[in-house]
């Protein structure tokens, strides 16, 4: 084990004897920074608060996952649990250690949500649960101290990046006419693809030793085999750009959706649009096979495009028809 990891047995270890109490907190704070959890949140500003703040959070999300992803793959590193035995596996991932994808995520979205709120409540809040999150993945023993403070620090990048080109491609894309805009959201979805395929290409020969997989499945025998070279994540990521990226392409076009109104029809139109993404999300992950088949993978990226499509798009021209926007 590399001695930049390895110097976080110790740390986790604590964490861990610090009591079995804090294991079910733990999972609960960790579970905020969960794709499913982030897919029923980030709707929320789009649909019932500000729409241009909605897509500058899922468009952060989307590259966060990413870019967690791609990296992974370059990397390579191990989880905790894959290669020390002092550690308790009290949660599971298949895919690579470095980064930290909770907390890269978590610092790109929590961190944008409380500049776009601009309050110091906001901050403190949100601050607060970047944190909890960082430190529920070391104590679950899914990352490494390293693995966490890299994911925080690329998130805080990519945050700064964001910020600072937010306008001037905002108002680039503006310009652009409908065809365009969605032709840049093929394009980007695309890119992202490449990327990740470009990365698994260049690092396809290293092998994932055998020991690793022999303490994962010693250590949580149960939890689904590890798989740390598949790019079902960048897949995912890509299908749900396309998704938003059309969608939002066509929703300011269209320019009939505001997110005002009572509280009443803003309750209602997040229930009808959370219904519509778990339908969707679950629904056609029940249909499609699974697997690394290309026709799996294809499957899998058209999930999120839908997802993304109706959350971008869909849903809100179905709020307008039902008269709650």
Not at 37 to 42: C, D, E, G, S, V
Not at 44 to 57: A, E, N, P, Q, Y
Not at 139 to 164: C, E, K, Q, S, Y
Request: aromatic share 12%; glycine share 10%.
């Amino acid at each position: 084990m590399s001695p930049w990891l390895e110097w976080g047995i110790p740390v986790i270890t604590w964490l861990q004897g610090l009591g079995d109490w804090l294991i079910a907190p733990m999972r609960i704070i960790t579970f905020l920074g969960n794709e499913e959890f982030l897919l029923i949140l980030l709707p929320t500003i789009l649909w019932c608060f500000d729409v241009g703040l909605g897509f500058r959070v899922g468009f952060i999300f989307i590259f966060s996952g990413s870019l967690s992803s791609t990296l992974k793959l370059l990397f390579g590193t191990p989880r905790p649990y894959w290669v020390s035995k002092e550690v308790r596996a009290l949660s599971t991932a298949t895919g690579f250690g470095v980064p930290s994808g909770h907390s890269l995520s978590s610092m790109a979205v929590y961190g944008r949500i409380a500049i776009g709120i601009g309050a110091r409540w906001a901050y403190i809040i949100f601050g607060t649960l970047i944190a909890l999150i960082a430190l529920s993945r070391m104590f679950l023993a899914v990352h490494f101290p390293t693995d966490v403070l890299v994911g925080l620090f690329v998130g805080v990048v990519l945050l700064v990046l964001f910020i600072r080109l937010e306008k001037p491609l905002g108002h680039r894309l503006r310009q652009m006419s409908l065809n365009h805009q969605i032709i840049v959201a093929v394009i980007a979805s695309l890119v992202l693809i490449g990327l990740g395929l470009g990365v698994s290409a260049v690092t396809a020969g290293r092998p994932v030793p055998q020991e690793w997989l022999e303490t994962a499945i010693e250590a949580a025998p149960d939890a689904e085999p590890i798989e740390p070279q598949s790019l079902k994540d960048i897949l995912a990521a890509a299908g749900a750009l396309l998704g938003i990226g059309v969608g939002g392409a066509l929703l300011f076009s269209w320019d009939r959706f505001d997110p005002r109104g009572p509280w009443s029809k803003r309750v209602l139109r997040y229930i009808v649009g959370i219904v519509g993404i778990v339908a969707l999300y679950f629904g056609l992950k029940l249909i499609f096979p699974s697997g690394d088949t290309f026709l799996a993978q294809f499957l899998r990226y058209l999930r999120y495009a839908v997802v993304g499509f109706w959350a971008a798009y869909l849903a809100p021209r179905l709020f307008v028809a039902l008269g709650l926007a």
